[in-house]
């Protein structure tokens, strides 16, 4: 089996060819940074256009780049949710057109479990089970992880994910978009005595996080100060610590809470130096080890989408009848690879 997978949950195209006996082959990456750069933040509407412009020239290339053509396909896989419910509509049209064009069968993927599977694509996977923690533009959690499809979320956030919080800090100091990746090079040059921003919610137990009372203290201290670039590197720096020693203490718990000896950490925070470093630290002070995704496969991809996919309709997952995307999706709601098929009843009068 050959897997094509689409990602288009947000503002980055992504298309990538899974193999049953080979693996990965190939993937590709439209990213519309420069597109949205202007505005400050995500369009839905002009992510939704460009998606449309790029799937398929994208999965054109994928295939050539392998010597394949579309008839060597034996699946579709594609983003159902959670997402932009517009950028999801393009991606799951032109999935499940594949799928009926090619007489192969269709299936929507849950874009964190993908990110959450994106470690298995590299050379040492982690092995079942592990602790993970999923930090992307719109979700952060931590998750205990059985086996694919055997989740159960151990906490969330109750308001802004990280790298929303990422993100808006970053704007607040009048960096350019995408702010994350910005804001980290900014904190190198911090002083980190400067300032102290409160860690959110590790003054009670419990396993959920929550970045507005942050975001609110960095509001007023960039109000208050003044406009050097010592002090903006400072903010930055004090701001990244916040975070960092959050997700450190929740992490600690979350690890001694499962008894967890492996800790997955994917999305597009993940690729953030001083939180894998930290994080590391945390791991193996309890004994733990870390795994993370390849830089590329942090933010999102087709990669994990087809290798999610892949696990799926290896076990005779296939899209029903109806078109749907959804931009709320729970983990909680997934089950195992085909646990979910209907399941033949027994025969009558059997001994």
């Given at each position: 089996?050959?897997?094509?997978?689409?990602?288009?949950?947000?503002?980055?195209?992504?298309?990538?060819?899974?193999?049953?006996?080979?693996?990965?082959?190939?993937?590709?990456?439209?990213?519309?940074?420069?597109?949205?750069?202007?505005?400050?933040?995500?369009?839905?509407?002009?992510?939704?256009?460009?998606h449309i412009r790029r799937?398929?020239?994208?999965?054109?290339?994928?295939?050539?780049e392998v010597g394949l053509?579309?008839?060597?396909?034996?699946?579709?896989?594609?983003?159902?949710?959670?997402?932009?419910?517009?950028?999801?509509?393009?991606?799951?049209?032109?999935?499940?057109?594949?799928?009926?064009?090619?007489?192969?069968?269709?299936?929507?993927?849950?874009?964190?479990?993908?990110?959450?599977?994106?470690?298995?694509?590299?050379?040492?996977?982690?092995?079942?089970?592990?602790?993970?923690?999923?930090?992307?533009?719109?979700?952060?959690?931590?998750?205990?992880?059985?086996?694919?499809?055997?989740?159960?979320?151990?906490?969330?956030?109750?308001?802004?994910?990280?790298?929303?919080?990422?993100?808006?800090?970053?704007?607040?100091?009048?960096?350019?978009?995408?702010?994350?990746?910005?804001?980290?090079?900014?904190?190198?040059?911090?002083?980190?005595?400067?300032?102290?921003?409160?860690?959110?919610?590790?003054?009670?137990?419990?396993?959920?996080?929550?970045?507005?009372?942050?975001?609110?203290?960095?509001?007023?201290?960039?109000?208050?100060?003044?406009?050097?670039?010592?002090?903006?590197?400072?903010?930055?720096?004090?701001?990244?610590?916040?975070?960092?020693?959050?997700?450190?203490?929740?992490?600690?718990?979350?690890?001694?809470?499962?008894?967890?000896?492996?800790?997955?950490?994917?999305?597009?925070?993940?690729?953030?130096?001083?939180?894998?470093?930290?994080?590391?630290?945390?791991?193996?002070?309890?004994?733990?080890?870390?795994?993370?995704?390849?830089?590329?496969?942090?933010?999102?991809?087709?990669?994990?989408?087809?290798?999610?996919?892949?696990?799926?309709?290896?076990?005779?997952?296939?899209?029903?009848?109806?078109?749907?995307?959804?931009?709320?999706?729970?983990?909680?709601?997934?089950?195992?690879?085909?646990?979910?098929?209907?399941?033949?009843?027994?025969?009558?009068?059997?001994?």
């Amino acid at each position: 089996m050959i897997v094509l997978g689409i990602e288009t949950s947000c503002d980055e195209t992504g298309i990538a060819l899974y193999s049953h006996e080979q693996g990965l082959l190939t993937h590709r990456l439209h990213s519309q940074v420069d597109t949205h750069a202007v505005y400050g933040g995500v369009v839905p509407e002009l992510a939704s256009r460009d998606h449309i412009r790029r799937v398929l020239p994208l999965v054109n290339d994928c295939l050539d780049e392998v010597g394949l053509s579309r008839a060597d396909l034996g699946g579709v896989a594609y983003t159902r949710g959670p997402g932009l419910a517009g950028a999801l509509l393009v991606g799951t049209a032109v999935g499940r057109s594949l799928g009926w064009a090619l007489d192969c069968p269709s299936l929507g993927v849950h874009h964190m479990e993908g990110h959450l599977l994106a470690p298995m694509l590299e050379p040492e996977p982690p092995a079942f089970p592990f602790l993970a923690l999923l930090v992307s533009g719109g979700h952060t959690m931590l998750v205990q992880v059985a086996d694919i499809g055997r989740y159960r979320v151990l906490g969330e956030s109750l308001d802004d994910a990280a790298g929303e919080a990422f993100d808006k800090t970053a704007k607040l100091l009048g960096l350019p978009y995408p702010g994350g990746p910005q804001l980290e090079a900014l904190a190198r040059d911090g002083d980190p005595d400067r300032f102290v921003f409160p860690r959110p919610m590790t003054d009670r137990p419990g396993l959920d996080f929550s970045f507005s009372g942050l975001k609110t203290a960095v509001v007023n201290t960039v109000a208050s100060a003044d406009a050097e670039p010592a002090t903006r590197a400072a903010i930055a720096r004090a701001f990244q610590d916040a975070v960092v020693d959050t997700f450190a203490i929740k992490v600690r718990r979350a690890l001694a809470e499962t008894g967890a000896r492996c800790l997955v950490v994917a999305g597009g925070v993940g690729a953030n130096q001083a939180l894998r470093e930290r994080l590391r630290e945390e791991a193996s002070a309890q004994g733990a080890t870390v795994a993370y995704p390849r830089l590329a496969f942090c933010t999102d991809n087709g990669a994990m989408i087809a290798y999610a996919g892949y696990r799926r309709l290896l076990a005779g997952e296939r899209d029903d009848g109806a078109t749907e995307v959804r931009p709320r999706w729970s983990m909680d709601e997934l089950s195992p690879p085909g646990e979910a098929l209907p399941q033949p009843t027994p025969a009558a009068g059997g001994a």
